[in-house]
């Protein structure tokens, strides 16, 4: 893949968030906040996408202004800001490809090209998903584990802690499952490997693998 390529692919992966002009809004979901049971409650949804997102959307709009960052699209933010800034840049990117690559139509296992570059990668779909689920079980403290691709077009797992996102590392972020206990702590308690486990059964990766790029 090219170098001058790849930001542009980067940007195109997460386009979906709006441009900071007039400030970041709040995701809307494509589904209703009880489509995901059982696998996500609708108090959890409730919580998570009304409260939680909210919340980093609202600080991420106090936190930039006056900033170098003002203008930037939110991928070059969370690539280049430190500090609050940083943390809820990446915590409204995160959320927003985390709660539109799911589905209440999802499960199953990716087909075409990332389902053939996961086999090649990993030997296995099941052998990814066990790599996945461990990687985040073992993940100390808050924060995401990812399914991210290279600029030379390789897949990586990857432990990020807090609010980091692949793009920190110049990565394409393709899938996350965030292990912040506010995403799994009323449908879960201390279960984290059973959420992790269950949220296979609504990744729609027809949205993954369009972030995907061969
Ligand atoms: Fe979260």
């Known amino acids: 893949m090219s170098?001058?390529?790849f930001?542009?692919?980067l940007a195109l992966s997460c386009g979906s968030i709006t441009t900071p002009e007039?400030?970041?809004?709040?995701?809307?979901?494509?589904y209703a906040t009880d489509a995901l049971e059982p696998y996500i409650s609708r108090e959890t949804v409730e919580y998570h996408h009304g409260k939680h997102l909210l919340t980093y959307v609202n600080n991420l709009n106090k936190a930039?202004?006056?900033?170098?960052?003002?203008?930037?699209?939110?991928t070059q933010i969370v690539a280049e800001a430190e500090g609050a800034l940083f943390n809820n840049a990446g915590q409204v990117l995160n959320h927003?490809?985390?709660?539109?690559?799911?589905?209440?139509?999802?499960?199953?296992?990716?087909?075409?090209?990332?389902?053939?570059?996961?086999?090649?990668?990993?030997g296995s779909f099941e052998a990814f998903q066990k790599a996945f689920e461990t990687q985040g079980l073992a993940l100390f403290g808050s924060g995401w584990v990812w399914l991210a691709q290279d600029e030379e077009g390789a897949l990586h797992?990857?432990?990020?802690?807090?609010?980091?996102?692949?793009?920190?590392?110049?990565?394409?972020?393709?899938?996350?499952?965030?292990?912040w206990e506010h995403a799994y702590y009323l449908d879960?308690?201390?279960?984290?490997?059973?959420h992790l486990t269950s949220l296979w059964n609504v990744v729609d990766w027809n949205v993954v693998g369009a972030r995907f790029h061969q």
């Open 3 to 5: 170098p001058l390529i």
């Open 64 to 74: 930039i202004v006056g900033t170098p960052h003002a203008h930037q699209h939110l």
């Open 157 to 179: 797992i990857l432990q990020e802690p807090n609010g980091s996102n692949p793009v920190k590392h110049g990565m394409v972020p393709l899938l996350g499952f965030d292990v």
């Open 96 to 122: 927003n490809l985390y709660f539109l690559q799911f589905s209440p139509n999802g499960g199953g296992r990716p087909k075409g090209a990332l389902g053939m570059a996961i086999q090649k990668e990993w």
């Open 22 to 30: 007039g400030g970041f809004k709040h995701l809307t979901l494509p």
């Open 188 to 194: 879960y308690a201390n279960r984290r490997a059973d």
């Open 7 to 9: 930001p542009f692919l």
